[in-house]
């Protein structure tokens, strides 16, 4: 049976497999078909569509964009675009430089806290999308904390006395964005959001679907997001949002959409 998984991070991001590592682990649960949907960054892409073809999964490109809208947090996932787009190269860039400068405020609130981390051991974790997460593997490295969720919770989560929201990037501007590079928007995880007031003035925005399908939520918490995609005539998309072992509840292919609905999205695949 065809299987696509469209969201799941790699080693670009915050997740701990590498493309390759992702896509072997997609051939060996038996997945047909993957988009690697990495925070704010497409460079698995340099390294990932070769690999693909060589295992015979197909590949569309995806990526999960960090955006803000009415002071509210929304991860807009783009999906189909094209991977040389001036544009989607741009906004990645825009982020990188974003993410360098909250990482760098988050770092000098936990140092006020007496919870000292140096930007050179952020930036010795590599040349990928550094955000929280990393921030808080460092913290439980340091002895901090003991879990990634109590960093959130106690410190770096939204809110938190650690939290920074950094630039925002407006869900519109994206939108726009992920559309000049030949895209399609899709909503994330909408199952997370709250305020609804506010729910239903993104939803007037011109996305072209929404990610009706989500890691292990069940078919009852999925209805009522069917419903709005079928109302508006967007497309529904699906995905695990698999990190590997710093989320190790999520498997990779535990939320997947069909062969009909991943032809839908993607026309340009490797
Ligand atoms: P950032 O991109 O730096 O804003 O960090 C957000 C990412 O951190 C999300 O995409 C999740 O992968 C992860 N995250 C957010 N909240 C939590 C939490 N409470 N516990 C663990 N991970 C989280
Ligand atoms: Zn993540
Ligand atoms: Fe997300
Ligand atoms: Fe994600």
Known sequence: MFRADLH????FSDGTFTPEQLLRH???VGLSALSITDHDTIEAYTVAPPIAKELGLLLGSGVEFSTMFRGMSIHVLGYDFDLESPEIHALCARHQKRR?????????RLSRLSMPIYEEELLAMGERSLGRPHIAQLMIKKGYVSTIREAFNLYIGDGK???DPGEGISTEETLAIIRKGGGKSFLAHPHLLEHANKIKELLKLPFDGIECHYARFTPDKEKRWIKIAQEKGWLISGGSDFHGSVKEYISLGCSWVNEETFNKI???RT
Not at 8 to 11: E, G, P, R
Not at 100 to 108: A, P, V, Y
């Open 161 to 163: 006395p650690c939290f």
């Open 26 to 28: 997609a051939k060996e």
């Open 100 to 108: 360098h400068d909250r990482n760098k405020r988050i770092l000098e």
């Open 8 to 11: 799941c991070h790699s080693t």
């Open 266 to 268: 993607f026309q340009r």
